[in-house]
Nanobody, 126 residues
Framework: QVQLVESGGGLVQAGGSLRLSCAASGRTFSQYVMGWFRQAPGKEREFVATVNRSGGMTYYGDSVKGRFTISRDNAKNTVYLQMNNLQPEDTAVYYC???????????????????WGQGTQVTVSS
């Protein structure tokens, strides 16, 4: 059974930083693309970032480009999201996700992911 467990969310002032972690189990972690999404109240789930299986290729949503960095440690079965210069509009529940298939380099649609974590709340105060 696949499990994705996020951690690292919290309350931070505008301009601050947080680092989210997502620990995966149940499938061979290094075979799957990983992604981060977020969802604010009343809004659709939004793509944040994705990293390919080796960790050598990353892709970001326009709203976080230059501020967020996704990375992975295949030895630890963990994907990270370093978030810098956080702004109130970044407030949301953040989810990590694992791709449906063991191939590819970049997935940005929620439907391309099979497994999801429970989410971690990030709140940025102005």
């Amino acid at each position: 059974q696949v499990q994705l467990v996020e951690s690292g969310g919290g309350l931070v002032q505008a301009g601050g930083s947080l680092r989210l972690s997502c620990a995966a189990s149940g499938r061979t972690f290094s075979q799957y693309v990983m992604g981060w999404f977020r969802q604010a109240p009343g809004k659709e789930r939004e793509f944040v970032a994705t990293v390919n299986r080796s960790g050598g290729m990353t892709y970001y949503g326009d709203s976080v480009k230059g501020r967020f960095t996704i990375s992975r440690d295949n030895a630890k079965n963990t994907v990270y999201l370093q978030m810098n210069n956080l702004q109130p509009e970044d407030t949301a529940v953040y989810y990590c996700a694992q791709s449906r298939i063991a191939s590819g380099n970049k997935y940005i649609a929620p439907s391309q992911y099979r497994y999801w974590g429970q989410g971690t709340q990030v709140t940025v105060s102005s």
